[in-house]
Each structure stands twice: as structure tokens, then as C-alpha cells.
């Protein structure tokens, strides 16, 4: 895994639990112990209700393509030998909604509300990245 | 309903610099041309400005002050924005509420940028990214490990959304860009001189799919400006002045990718508020001057205003609407897709410039009474809007 050349995520305080269950294999989302709001990327207090108590639960993985775009350009040396590639915005089964790559498939056969579920990539020895895969 | 400030306040000079490819000026240095040539076209001296509003690169602190310095004024109000492509028609909302609290009396507004200067790297090669973003600013997390970069791909996943729920195809895109094109040809300082066909426009390079070349704005060095006082100073001063009817803004702040805000844009909610400070409709707006920093997103906003129903938007677009002679003739100078990208303030200058009937007539709307003006940015979500009217 070494060499490995894009960007690796930079966990925000906020965000060090989500990182750490990705290397478990596992999707984390906040979830509000006093109104059960779902929500991401996560804060210090729930969206919805204000309160505090965040708790980090693992969610299905389950979920669908909301909408999808397909790179040509290269923006980073490390995507320059990928020749295009998807990113998609996931609709959770649980509610929120993230960024991350449908793969595969080629990127030209993604469709919006295309059924999909999480996998893991571990792609240095600390990151591991959520991608999505036809479900 | 009270309505304080509809045709209490007007713009009374505009000013351009230099567009498009402008080596050797700094976004600053444009910015003082645009400057200097709206005050000159108010007839006013530096010493009768007391008011500044201004915004350019993120990088550039302060540039109210350093402009202020430039042009030899002390300002009684004096601010930079920070609210993206909506900042500049925030700008002139608050001249009018400064100086409808006494706060100031004549506000100079302005914003440049040099981002074509940027783009090119010293050796000459073209970098392959304006460094536009401080790198402070830059998302390290939730996109990057993704390859999700810049500012065309939130957009272009907002027309994908758009295409499934609606049946929007890249057509009406291209129909987009092809009338704000036509329209450049007919503006000298416009950067996009050549025509753009159908073909032209199917056979460029996608860049983030479904967005190909000439659906993305351009990369522009220059500067717009105005100067902003009231109606009643207005009068005895030198250029034709045009009446602020309305204004609003309204920013869909809790996120692009929530709810439906990549298919129904905060220009709903900004476009209400200013129709009705304005007590008017988008039935009363003679030519629009829309934040086009994608094909997909003029289309977006036209429904989002009213002047076609959610989802119809292609179909109108494809009407030949949006061109001089149209409907609703739209960016009459080519836009920020074939005159400039300057974050919407040349749009504004524009849409004064057509109320004080300034064009030959292939470039005029004829008989132009209200213009809309919006603006839209900071990470997709902002959105303002500004109605103009002739005095």
C-alpha cells in the first residue's frame, strides 16, 4: 500500500470516529440520542434539535446513487492514470447523504437511484475509504 | 406592507476594466480601473464617496481597505463580503441600508478578480488549475479522496439530479450557451468572439459529465464597479441614473445535497423576496441578467424565479426565449460563459447599462424597463437577487 498517491482524508476533530470505524469496516454515522436524527458530515450538536448528545452508529451501507458525475478533467496528479471516474452523491437508507465513488461498473452505466451498497477500501496503512458498489 | 427602500436608493455610474486575458494587472489593479471609470461616469470625487463595499481573490484581505487607499478615500462604511458569486448584489443591499441609516451617503461597490493572470503558470506553461482557493480553504476530507474537486462538480451534480427528474438533456444546455454566445458577438469587450454551434458544443471535451467545455464559465481577469446614493442625489448628477426596486437574498445554507436544493435553487426564495419589495412579478422583467457560472444553472434559476415552471425549463430555454429579441433576452452581454467571468458583477453593470439604453440596437432590449440581476455562490448555497428599474 505504499506509493499510494491521491489525497488521504485529514480526520477534523469532529470526524475521528467516522475514520476509525472505516478501519473496522464499519459506517459510522452521528445519530441524535434525543430526537434520533441522522445527519453528515458531523458537529458537536444535532441539526435538528440542538442537543449534545451525539452518538456514532453503524448504519446499513445500504442505500441509493442520488446523483452521480463523471471526472474527465484531471484536478490531482494522483487521478491522472484513472481515466474517468464517478462520484456520486449516496442517498443512505438511514437519511444522510455522502460523496464517494460507484464501483464496479463502468462509470457510463451509473444511474441516479441505482440501488448500492458500501465496501472498503484500505488504501494506506491508517485510511480506509468508503466506496459504493452496485447493490 | 411596509416597503422602505423600493426606488429610495439608484446606481448613478458604472465602470468596466480590461476583460478576459489582462497580463500584468492585479485583480486589485482592475479593480481600480473599474473604479475610477464608474466615478468618472457619476461625475463624483473621491471625496464624495464615503461609503465601500468590495470583494475579489480569497486570498486578497482587506481589499477594502486597499482600494480605499488606491482611490484616495476615507470611508464612514466600509466592508469586504464573503458570500461567494451572491456577494456583489449584497453589496449594493447594503449601500442602500447604510446609507438608509445614515451610516453613508454615496457607496462605491465593486469586485475583481485576476483569474486568467493566475492560471498561468511563470514559465509559461498553462497550469492546469487557477489557484483560486486558498489552500487553508481546501476541503481535506468528505471529497478530496474521492478525485471530487472545484466548482464544476457540485454544479454538474445538480444538473444530473436535474436530467433525472425532469428529462433536462445536455440539448438544453447547449441551447444556453449558444444564445449568451450570439449575444457576445455583439459586445466588442467580450472574450468569445467566434460562434459557437450546436456541433461546437457537442464535439468539446466533457470536463465533470454531464458538463462538457462550454458549459463551464470562463476564466477571467477584470472588474466591474458602481456607485450606489439616492434617487433624490441621483438627479443632479451626470449619467442617467437607474432606480433599486428590490433586493433580497437568501442562502440554502444548510447544504447543496440536502433536501432538493440541487434542483431548486435558493434563487426561489431570494427571487419572492425582491419581486415583492419591488411589487412586481416575472412577468414585469423586460431582460435578465442571470449567474450563469454553468449552462444547468441559468436553467435552474429561470424556473426557480417563475419565469417557466419547475421542470419546464429545457423546453423554454429551447423556445429562443433567452435571445435578444426573445422573451426574456438573458446576459445580453454574453454572460460570464462568453464575456467574463467576474462573479456576477458585470451582470449588474449590464443590466443598468441596458436601462439607460446605452446599446446600438442589435445589443439593446428594446423599450427596457426592469431588469433581474442575480448572483449565486459560496459553495453553491448562496443566492441574491436585485430588480432594477428606469428612472
Known sequence: MTGYR?????????????WEGLRQHRLLMPRCEACDHRWFPPSRH??????????????????????????????????ADEGPYCVALIQLAEGPRMLSNVIGLPPDEVRCDMPVKVCFEDVTETATLPKFEPA | MRIPLRDKYAIVGTGKSRLGRVPGVSALGLLEDAMVCALDEAGLRAQDIDG????????????????????????????????????????????????DAGLASAVLVGYGRDSWSRSQSPDGKKASEPNLVPSAQRPREHGPEFGYFGAVAPHALGARRHMFEYGTTRED????????????????????????????????????????????????????AVVVTSAERARDLRAR??????????????????????????AQESGERAFRMAGLG????????IYDCFTYMVLTQ??????????????????????????????????????????????????????????????????????????????????????????
Open chain 2, 282 to 289: 416575472p412577468q414585469d422583467v423586460d431582460t435578465a441578467q
Open chain 2, 52 to 99: 465601500m463595499i468590495c470583494r475579489g481573490p480569497d486570498d486578497v484581505y482587506s481589499h477594502h481597505q486597499l482600494m480605499a487607499q488606491r482611490l484616495g478615500i476615507n470611508a464612514a462604511f466600509s466592508t469586504t463580503l464573503d458570500n461567494g458569486g451572491a456577494s456583489q448584489i449584497l453589496a449594493i443591499a447594503m449601500a442602500c441600508m447604510a446609507i
Open chain 2, 241 to 266: 441614473p437607474v432606480l433599486i426596486k428590490g433586493f433580497a437574498s437568501f442562502n440554502n445554507t444548510r447544504g447543496w445535497f440536502l433536501d432538493d436544493h440541487m434542483v431548486s435553487t435558493a
Open chain 2, 302 to 391: 429561470l424556473e426557480d424565479y417563475g419565469f417557466c415552471r419547475k421542470g419546464e425549463g429545457g423546453a423554454f430555454v429551447r423556445s429562443g426565449a433567452l435571445t435578444l429579441g426573445g422573451s426574456l433576452p438573458t446576459n445580453t452581454s454574453g454572460g460570464q460563459l462568453s464575456e467574463a467571468h467576474v462573479e456576477g458583477m458585470l451582470q449588474i453593470v449590464e443590466g443598468v447599462r441596458q436601462l439607460q439604453g446605452v446599446y446600438a440596437s442589435d445589443r439593446q432590449v428594446k423599450d427596457a424597463e426592469i431588469v433581474l440581476v442575480s448572483g449565486h455562490g459560496g459553495n453553491t448555497v448562496c443566492h441574491s437577487t436585485l430588480i432594477l428599474g428606469r428612472a
Open chain 1, 46 to 79: 444535532c441539526p435538528a434539535c440542538r442537543a449534545d448528545k451525539v452518538a456514532w452508529e453503524e448504519v446499513s451501507g445500504r442505500g441509493k446513487v442520488f446523483s452521480y458525475v463523471v471526472f474527465h478533467r484531471t484536478y490531482h496528479p494522483g487521478f
Open chain 2, 173 to 224: 444546455f447547449a441551447a444556453i450557451a449558444m444564445a449568451f454566445r450570439d449575444h457576445a458577438l455583439r459586445n466588442p469587450e467580450a472574450s468569445m468572439r467566434k460562434p459557437l454551434t450546436r456541433e461546437d458544443y457537442f464535439a468539446a471535451r466533457l470536463i465533470v459529465d454531464p458538463f462538457g467545455l462550454y458549459d463551464c464559465s470562463l476564466v477571467s481577469d477584470g472588474a466591474g
Open chain 1, 6 to 18: 491521491k489525497p488521504v482524508p485529514v480526520p477534523s476533530h469532529e470526524s475521528k470516529p467516522y
